[in-house]
């Protein structure tokens, strides 16, 4: 059984356009995070939720919002893509963010091409 | 806030080589430190992790040391295979705030 899924795996699309990725985790955790990797392989996290509720929002365009339906699913929404997304973007899932003390489990990653 | 600093790649070393890739952290408080890899074309996965100074964390034959005097936490291999051949990051978290911390990566290369 997968513990974290993302889909779609590959995502090419035109510059201007909306996507969603989607990660579900069935580990039983409680925080979840989106991630972005860029061709150096710089890992840059994004958001985290913890329980439904947003905890880290770091410095990203508005652009991007995530959405978190349930503790096990948070989603991805980006508007106006640019050139610039183009990247790999990773879900991971933790039991508990208090303290960060715990390990991070990563889904495959969503490979994104905006042309 | 919170850093974590890698040795730049790319690693190239022939096979049962000896491996060492440096990591150093900046933290306040007492953060856990791992190791994770990523295999060409994968998430990353936890490789190792230590959670108070002194610990040594270890799995498939890595090896890593919890420093808190000289804030390090560098892996090591006895004898390196190419199913090794991945890109390898130093990260902690549960110091200053409660943000992961990642290093940049370090690719490793292993010949055989």
């Known amino acids: 059984d997968t513990a974290v899924s993302q889909t779609p795996k590959y995502l090419v699309t035109q510059m201007g356009n909306d996507k969603s990725i989607k990660c579900e985790q069935n580990?039983?955790?409680?925080?979840m995070y989106w991630y972005k990797q860029d061709s150096k392989k710089f890992l840059k996290i994004m958001f985290s939720?913890?329980?439904?509720?947003?905890?880290i929002n770091e410095t990203v365009p508005n652009r991007f919002s995530p959405k978190s339906p349930d503790k096990a699913h948070l989603n991805l929404h980006i508007n106006s893509l640019e050139l610039g997304d183009s990247a790999v973007y990773f879900c991971?899932?933790?039991?508990?963010?208090?303290?960060?003390?715990?390990?991070?489990?990563f889904g495959p990653g969503t490979r994104l091409l905006v042309l | 806030g919170d850093s974590v600093t890698q040795m730049e790649g790319p690693v190239t070393l022939s096979e049962e080589a000896f491996l060492t890739i440096n990591c150093t952290y900046t933290?306040?408080?007492?953060?856990?430190l791992f190791w994770y890899v990523q295999y060409p074309g994968e998430g990353l996965q936890l490789l190792l992790k230590?959670?108070?100074?002194?610990d040594k964390g270890s799995n498939k034959g890595f090896e890593a040391t919890y420093r808190k005097e000289t804030t390090s936490f560098h892996l090591e291999k006895g004898s390196v295979q190419v199913s090794d051949s991945a890109v390898y990051f130093c990260?902690?978290?549960?110091?200053?705030?409660?943000?992961?911390?990642f290093g940049r990566g370090t690719s490793l290369i292993v010949h055989p």
């Open positions: 991971a899932s933790s039991q508990d963010n208090a303290g960060g003390v715990e390990t991070q489990y």
């Open positions: 580990l039983g955790h409680d925080t």
């Open positions: 939720y913890n329980n439904k509720e947003l905890i």
């Open positions: 933290a306040t408080g007492y953060p856990s």
């Open positions: 230590a959670t108070k100074a002194d």
């Open positions: 990260a902690l978290s549960g110091g200053g705030s409660y943000i992961p911390t």
